[in-house]
């Protein structure tokens, strides 16, 4: 049974099965710390550390239904469900890592009982605010 760790969770949950609950949950990721598997950054286990300007950093990546998709977790808890050993990880504002980003997939908690794929496409929608308007005329 999936238990929600944090508000971001709790409204991926409900817009899993209520449209209504949408918006809010749109809203909340553009505003809330994501994480990505990095696995080549050098880090210090247990430590946080800043990009440097222009650092280039290697995302990890799956294929899934015949694209690239940067797997992305809603909480640290979910990366230890996903992956069992050390794995170093960035953490930025949603909406920061799908501008650093762009036109790129991203699936939300992969393997979990709550996912959530963000095609490119979406992503866009959701950048632009036109998201709102779609779901909006969706009722």
Not at 53 to 73: C, D, L, P, S
Request: charged letters at 20%; one cysteine or more.
């Amino acid at each position: 049974m999936f238990e929600p760790k944090n508000s971001l969770e709790a409204l991926m949950q409900a817009a899993a099965t209520d449209t209504d609950a949408a918006p809010a949950f749109y809203q909340a990721l553009l505003e809330t710390e994501i994480y990505i598997l990095t696995p080549d950054v050098p880090m210090i286990p247990g430590r946080r550390r800043s990009l440097k300007y222009q650092e280039k950093i290697n995302i990890a990546t799956v294929e899934f239904q015949g694209m690239r998709w940067h797997q992305a977790f809603t909480s640290k808890a979910r990366i230890s469900d996903y992956v069992k050993e050390p794995e170093t990880c960035l953490g930025a504002v949603a909406r920061n890592l799908f501008d650093m980003l762009p036109h790129s997939n991203f699936w939300l908690n992969p393997l979990s009982e709550c996912q959530k794929p963000l095609p490119a496409s979406e992503i866009a929608l959701l950048t632009s605010g036109k998201i709102f308007e779609v779901l909006g005329k969706a009722k």
